[in-house]
């Protein structure tokens, strides 16, 4: 039995999804984001239970198509900017309509709809907070993370950075309120 679960963003989100099952009794096939294939179908009791144990912890099973779609959009996002490998000539919409299978223009649309914010907006969004978690480890400096995240120059990373958050990405640094935001919550 497949189960869509939202907000699951990362590989720690995997192993506390995983423990959440495992707690619960029920056999898992495979895991990856977003999905878990249990060995045996489950009752609407387990997933009752399940749905509970899942909202406690910020997860919760999508049941909705269009929500699960809109996960499914969401999470090809967070692991392509999460691989810290993204090409200056990197086109969104392209990588999207590979993965989904569908035209651009309807996926952007749907999501739209849905989130009232652009594909393209969402993507910047996210790229910002992966610029804000890099900057506070302080492994890369700025021209290594405009590489790795796929901007033409330190300046545009710095213009989309400080049009985003309304600081520069030295001042970010410097405040005492290093706001990020939880890539579920962008």
């Known amino acids: 039995m497949k189960i869509a679960v939202k907000n699951m963003v990362c590989n720690r989100c995997i192993a506390a999804v995983e423990s959440i099952f495992e707690d619960l009794g029920i056999k898992i096939n495979q895991i990856s984001l977003g999905e878990v294939e249990t060995e045996n179908e489950i009752s609407d009791k387990q997933i009752e239970t399940l749905n509970v144990k899942l909202k406690s912890t910020g997860f919760e099973i999508l049941e909705d198509s269009s929500k699960k779609q809109i996960e499914k959009i969401k999470t090809l996002i967070i692991q392509k900017i999460s691989e810290e490998d993204l090409d200056e000539d990197f086109i969104l919409s392209e990588y999207l309509s590979s993965e989904l299978h569908k035209d651009y223009s309807s996926i952007s649309k749907f999501f739209s709809q849905n989130e009232n914010v652009t594909l393209e907006q969402y993507f910047i969004l996210q790229k910002i907070e992966k610029v804000k978690e890099l900057l506070l480890y302080k492994e890369f400096n700025l021209t290594e993370i405009s590489q790795k995240l796929g901007y033409k120059s330190v300046q545009h990373l710095s213009n989309q950075f400080k ?24």
């Open 163 to 186: 049009k985003i958050t309304g600081f520069s990405p030295t001042q970010f640094l410097n405040s005492k309120e290093n706001k990020r935001i939880a890539l579920d919550k962008v």
